[in-house]
């Protein structure tokens, strides 16, 4: 079993940053893949980016790709999100998530999840 716990969102204006965490309880947090999704108001639930178990993996969405950065410290039990030159349009609840780590990364099933942190991006 791992528990996630999001922190770090907020409201701020469009270019800045913010540095979201998600940190996990459970021994085996070391043998999970993670991943951050987001769901903005009225959309569906998308993919964000993900991580191996090993840190050496990481796989993002188009839209984030240049912008976003995922990394895990697996002595923390955590993993993290640097979000830089955000835009209105990133503006959505950001959740965490931990599957089992399987090749190709874009491929794996996210067993647990987090309750989310909203991040609000103003123009």
């Known amino acids: 079993q791992v528990q996630l716990v999001e922190s770090g969102g907020g409201l701020v204006q469009a270019g800045d940053s913010l540095r979201l965490s998600c940190a996990a309880s459970?021994?085996?947090?070391?043998?999970?893949?993670m991943g951050w999704f987001r769901q903005a108001p009225g959309k569906e639930r998308e993919f964000v980016a993900s991580?191996?178990?090993?840190?050496?993996?990481?796989y993002y969405a188009d839209s984030v790709k240049g912008r976003f950065t995922i990394s895990r410290d697996t002595a923390k039990n955590t993993v993290y999100l640097q979000m830089n030159s955000l835009r209105p349009e990133d503006t959505a609840v950001y959740s965490c998530?931990?599957?089992?780590?399987?090749?190709?990364?874009?491929?794996?099933?996210?067993?647990?999840w987090g309750q989310g942190t909203q991040v609000t991006v103003s123009s």
């Open positions: 998530a931990a599957g089992v780590d399987v090749a190709p990364i874009r491929t794996i099933k996210y067993d647990y």
């Open positions: 459970g021994r085996t947090f070391s043998r999970y893949a």
């Open positions: 991580i191996s178990w090993s840190g050496l993996r990481t």
